[in-house]
């Protein structure tokens, strides 16, 4: 962790702390004086705080939905299915028996809940999941169908068993204040669970949805003080969360944004590579043909100069190119090796899994860490073969680049320029980069890439 992610999570962790100070001394007040968990019968309030739940849960799912469909993470795919899931159950068992007239009955409130509990599972879960899903838009299809038809599924289930329920009214049934403590005890696992992968990859989205996820806990720890559902009562807690999927409304929002912002990245590098390719490129093969018809000693500098001019806008077209989706990454870092490979004082091998994703941003920085790694590995390691390995290990994706050349003692020899360039590539993706050399033993850089 870079220190200033180190400072943006100290201050993130003790705003936690004391918003969940303030939270649990509101909490400890609500439980010691009884009169405040009164329930307020309110049935217009009570529709439209449910409406406004169902509406934010809903659009929120959307945007989990629409990063999903970007980044293709099994993470955003359980936040889609899961608030999906809450905003359904919601209209299902809260709005719609309201609007045909009349109150939320047995069967609706336990299919309600058990919808809920279902949904908040899900999102607890979706912290602790890594990796992608390559069919996207069929998985999230086939998931949005399965998760109504289980909607149906529990509200027959329970209107079937409905006789052996108890009813859900003042009388705090025990089954209900479980099914409510379970509900807070998933919505503090969701907390941290988004803790710990902020602290680990320092996105912001993971500092949104716990501090989400903390209001949720406490929505919830007030509902099991004042465990009453109906289409009437409104109590603290509704207010709590409401307040929770507001800010998950911000947190996503601005999760697509940067989305939004990297593709509008790419498109900048590829109009970059198509000046150079029609402006610059251009420009240097003519001086390069020109400076051919020359000679003597001048000459052959300008010849030199001309053609390592041309040699490095290739590279930045094939990098810009490869970044911006419009060229495949792999065929991209084939031909560069091709390049530096053709006068065959080193021969380098290539293996890149086809299975794997790498984010725009993260194909422009792996083709310069490879490129760099090259450069260094030709200039200093005296090596007649190196190694280019990008693919999977376990839960992690790795760059790897491999020679036998030299090598060096890194305790006794000053990093040079190249190796802080890529240590400064790989952190700007929030990738760990550590080099392994020995004297006589060749060199070894890796790059572990963000989750």
């Known amino acids: 962790m870079r220190h200033e992610e180190r400072d943006a999570y100290s201050a993130w962790l003790w705003g936690e702390l004391l918003l969940l100070g303030l939270l649990g001394a509101a909490l400890a007040l609500f439980v010691t004086y009884p009169s405040l968990r009164d329930a307020f019968e309110l049935p217009q309030l009570r529709l439209v705080l449910d409406t406004s739940v169902t509406i934010a849960a809903a659009i929120v799912a959307t945007l989990a939905g629409v990063r999903f469909s970007v980044e293709g993470r099994r993470l955003d795919f359980l936040l889609c299915c899961g608030f999906f899931l809450a905003a359904a159950s919601t209209f299902a068992f809260s709005i719609v028996p309201a609007f045909q007239g009349g109150t939320v009955g047995k069967d609706e409130a336990w299919s309600g809940i058990a919808g809920k509990l279902l949904a908040t599972g899900l999102i607890a879960a979706a912290p602790f999941t890594r990796g992608r899903i390559a069919s996207r838009k069929s998985a ?24 052996g329920t108890p009813a859900l009214t003042n009388d705090q049934p025990l089954l209900l204040i479980v099914s409510l403590a379970l509900q807070a005890f998933l919505s503090l696992v969701a907390l941290v669970g988004f803790g710990l992968r902020y602290r680990a990859y320092g996105d912001d989205l993971y500092r949104w949805l716990a501090l989400a996820a903390t209001l949720a806990l406490f929505a919830e720890l007030h509902y099991v003080f ?38 509008a990245v790419a498109e900048e590098r590829a109009r970059v590579a198509r000046e150079i390719h029609d402006g610059l490129a251009q420009y240097l093969f003519a001086v390069s043909t020109h ?35 419009t060229a495949p990454f792999d065929a991209a870092l084939r031909r560069y090796i091709d390049f530096i490979t053709a006068d065959g004082v080193l021969e380098v091998e290539l293996d890149v899994d ?33 190694e280019v390995v990008i693919a999977s290990r376990g839960t992690d994706r790795v760059v790897l680049v491999t020679d036998d050349g030299l090598g060096f003692d890194g305790a006794t020899d000053p990093a040079g320029q190249g190796l802080k360039n890529l240590r400064a590539r790989a952190s700007a993706i929030g990738g760990a980069f550590t080099l392994r050399s020995a004297p006589g033993h060749g060199t070894a850089l890796e790059v572990v890439l963000r989750a």
């Open 140 to 163: 999230l299809r086939w998931s949005i169908a399965f998760l109504v038809c289980l909607e149906l599924g529990m509200w027959l289930i329970v209107k079937a068993a409905s006789s």
């Open 354 to 386: 086809p299975a794997l994703s790498l984010a725009p941003d993260e194909q422009i920085e792996v083709f310069r860490i490879v490129q760099e790694g090259l450069a260094n590995v030709r200039k200093h390691a005296g090596a007649a073969r190196a």
């Open 226 to 263: 004042t465990p009453v559902v109906s289409s009437s009562f409104v109590s603290q807690g509704d207010f709590l969360r409401l307040m929770s999927y507001g800010v998950l409304m911000a947190g996503v929002w601005r999760a697509i944004r940067f989305a939004e912002f990297g593709r």
């Open 291 to 325: 400076a051919s018809m020359l000679e003597g000693e001048t000459a052959d500098r300008i010849k030199e100069a001309a053609a390592a001019a041309q040699q490095e806008a290739r590279f930045a077209i094939l990098a810009l190119s490869s970044a911006s989706g």
